[in-house]
């Protein structure tokens, strides 16, 4: 077990609706001392089990973050509408024609890249809300050309994966902008047998002396939040990638700032483990 669950099971202070991120479950703890005439007994321990809820509320997160950029998307194409409208209305039918088309071709390229790459529905939404989500925040977000996905890894675990590490590096290029343009970059590619999956940040970087700790629960650069709030994120990340059977490793980036994250999830070792699923139901 984690260190952070074993102190809390033994700990001699109460604890509520504590979540712990273990190798394959999300965990909720309640402890409570049990005394006898003055002598400490030990702890009542109650676990609830809510890794199905946490990948069901990462998936509700998705739709929502989706449907709140499609509605600033709807507020952005009225804008463009009445611009169009009114270069009709002063004789400018060519650049009217002109600037409706421009906008048009740019949103229907990315559009039919992720679709086109991407043969999960629930990816190709995430990845569609995510770049309008980051756009609404000043940030460009990059879908690499030869990005494949062809849905051989579980949906729930890769929207884990890319949702929290995509909303991470948003948080960091944001962090990084002052001296450069924000910019998050997301590829995928099928390699050696293994799904690979990068997303970079054109952030401050990562101090290589606390890669160890990022996957654990509670590790944040945010001042704010907590081990519940703020600092779940990567270790749900970790937990999804363990499991997988894969790994993930954090570098610089080319450039010399920012953070890579690379993530390899084995697909036979996956397809594996669906069949032996198979038979045994």
């Known amino acids: 077990m984690p260190e ?9 202070v109460p604890r509520s609706d504590e979540i712990h991120v273990g190798d394959t479950r999300v965990l909720v703890v309640n402890t409570s001392p049990v005394r006898s005439r003055d002598r400490v007994m030990g702890n009542v321990v109650t676990l609830r089990d809510h890794t199905e809820l946490q990948a069901l509320t990462g998936e509700l997160d998705t739709v929502r973050g989706f449907a709140e950029s499609l509605r600033s998307q709807a507020h952005e194409a009225a804008n463009r509408l009445h611009t169009v409208v009114s270069l009709v209305e002063l004789g400018r039918s060519e650049q009217a024609v002109e600037f409706a088309t421009a906008e048009l071709a740019s949103a229907q390229r990315l559009t039919d890249r992720v679709v086109g790459s991407v043969g999960e529905p629930v990816l190709a939404a995430l990845l569609l809300g995510k770049s309008a989500e980051a756009g609404e925040r000043g940030v460009e977000l990059v879908i690499g050309e030869d990005t494949v996905i062809e849905g051989a890894i579980e949906p729930r675990d890769l929207v884990t994966i890319l949702g929290n590490l995509i909303d991470n590096a948003v948080d960091a290029a944001i962090e990084g902008a002052a001296d450069r343009p924000p910019r998050v970059g997301v590829s995928a590619r099928e390699e050696d047998g293994a799904l690979v999956l990068e997303v970079s940040d054109s952030g401050p970087g990562v101090d290589p002396s606390a890669v160890p700790a990022m996957f654990r629960r509670g590790w944040t650069t945010k001042a704010s939040g907590g081990p519940v709030g703020h600092g779940l994120g990567l270790a749900l990340v970790g937990q999804a990638v363990r499991r997988n059977g894969g790994d993930v490793r954090v570098s610089a980036s080319g450039s010399g700032r920012g953070a890579v994250f ?5 697909l036979a070792a996956r397809a594996a483990g669906s069949r032996r699923g198979d038979g045994e139901a």
């Open 4 to 12: 952070e669950l074993v102190e809390t099971l033994v700990s001699a």
């Open 262 to 266: 690379t993530v390899r999830l084995p």
